[in-house]
């Protein structure tokens, strides 16, 4: 039996909350049952039970905060030099790898284009570890999260001769089939005080203000004032300023009609299953991972122009893809989804687009590419 190829995974957090962190964690795991790799993670913290990987804790200097992603970057390849690996599969921004997955779009377009801010030494120093690391030899495989983030950086590396390859995030489909879906329903609405004739929208983030929150209410609002509006609620769930939107609420005179859940850590698959239909109208998502999970959940989704994931949304067949800031398309896709039949039919093909998205699948792709690119390193080792 030929030796395990050693694969170095490079993320400062494994196993946290987050979907970048999700898919990462997922993935990994699942290469790491392979007895074909030996996985090691290089992480500043890490949550993993019962793993399979080997785990190389990397110090992070977080005073002055302009030398921390510099620091992580620093020791790891310190610590990756020391344990010995044959590929480096690196999710942040670090001095050399072999691959590196693109889970944002380019630092400095994040700060100046999206956050609309100059940028500090701090994002600076990130940008140069960026290039560094995109512009590396090495580095011969480039993949992105969505052709959202592959357009993004092909924008501003134009490719530097790499090999890019979409590698779109993977769900847990068996976990948000079980159950019965009625036993769900009835559940969300006894502990949310929604009635059964409620259309309950779905909202996840651990940020309200990225994830358009403020669009979404808008556009309820503007369904709400129409007779087929009036079932709809929603139904938000994560982290955010609260008082901040419910002061929103009130101005929109919806806030009988909006539930807040905080963060749920565990049984989220079953808020997916209680729910109708799943909206986030993000102002930048390179791909937004709770839209595939609540397409596993048969849920037809509801989003913005700017969510990678409309890569895999079919319009008006799975959901809907629009302008966040247009508050009477987003109030007419509510009012069309807030249909039975229309929930019925559009549910099932989102189920069925997920199915094509497996945690299985995607680590299949990215164990195939680990084989091409020792491949290529052997091919290039003299001797």
Same mark, same amino acid.
């Given at each position: 039996m030929r030796e395990p190829l050693k694969i170095g995974v490079v993320i400062p957090k494994y196993g946290t909350v987050g979907g970048g962190e999700k898919f990462v964690y997922e993935l990994t795991e699942r290469i790491a049952q392979d007895p074909n790799f030996e996985v090691h993670v290089f992480a500043n913290r890490w949550r993993a039970p019962d793993s399979q990987v080997f785990f190389h804790r990397i110090p992070i200097i977080t005073f002055p905060r302009f030398v921390s992603m510099w620091s992580f970057a620093w020791f790891a390849a310190r610590k990756i030099d020391r344990v010995g690996v044959d590929i480096i599969h690196t999710h942040e921004r670090i001095f050399d790898a072999d691959l590196f997955t693109m889970h944002g779009i380019p630092h400095r377009m994040w700060i100046e284009t999206v956050r609309k801010k100059r940028m500090s030494l701090f994002d600076r120093v990130y940008d140069h570890i960026e290039r560094r690391l995109v512009e590396s030899d090495r580095c011969k495989y480039l993949l992105p999260v969505s052709t959202l983030t592959r357009d993004a950086f092909m924008s501003v590396y134009d490719g530097y001769g790499k090999t890019v390859e979409i590698c779109y995030p993977g769900v847990e489909l068996q976990a948000f089939q079980y159950g019965q879906r009625t036993d769900f329903r009835k559940a969300v609405r006894e502990k949310y005080g929604f009635t059964a004739s409620d259309k309950i929208v779905l909202f996840v983030s651990m940020n309200f203000e990225i994830?358009?929150?403020?669009?979404?209410? @808008? #556009?309820?609002a503007a369904a709400k004032r129409k007779p087929a509006g009036m079932s709809l609620k929603l139904l938000v769930v994560g982290k955010g300023n609260i /008082?901040? *939107?419910?002061?929103?609420?009130? &101005?929109?005179?919806?806030? %009988? &009609?909006?539930?807040? @859940? #905080?963060?749920? %850590?565990?049984?989220?698959?079953?808020?997916? /299953?209680?729910?109708?239909? *799943? @909206?986030?109208?993000?102002? *930048? &998502? =390179? *791909?937004?991972? =709770?839209?595939? %999970? @609540?397409?596993?959940?048969?849920?037809?989704v509801l989003i913005s122009r700017q969510v990678g994931a409309k890569d895999i949304v079919v319009q008006g067949r799975n959901g809907f893809v629009v302008d966040r800031e247009d508050k009477e398309a987003v109030c007419s896709c509510l009012l069309t989804l807030a249909d039975d039949t229309n929930l019925e039919a559009m549910g099932r093909e989102a189920f069925q687009t997920a199915s094509k998205h497996s945690w299985e699948q995607a680590s299949h792709q990215v164990k195939q590419i680990y084989y091409s690119v020792k491949s290529f390193v052997s091919e290039k080792t003299p001797g």
């Open positions: 994830k358009g929150l403020d669009y979404l209410m @808008a #556009g309820l /008082r901040k *939107f419910e002061r929103m609420a009130n &101005d929109l005179k919806i806030a %009988e &009609d909006i539930k807040f @859940a #905080g963060i749920v %850590e565990e049984g989220i698959e079953q808020i997916y /299953r209680g729910c109708d239909l *799943f @909206a986030m109208l993000s102002r *930048f &998502d =390179t *791909f937004g991972l =709770t839209v595939l %999970e @609540a397409m596993a959940a048969s849920l037809p």
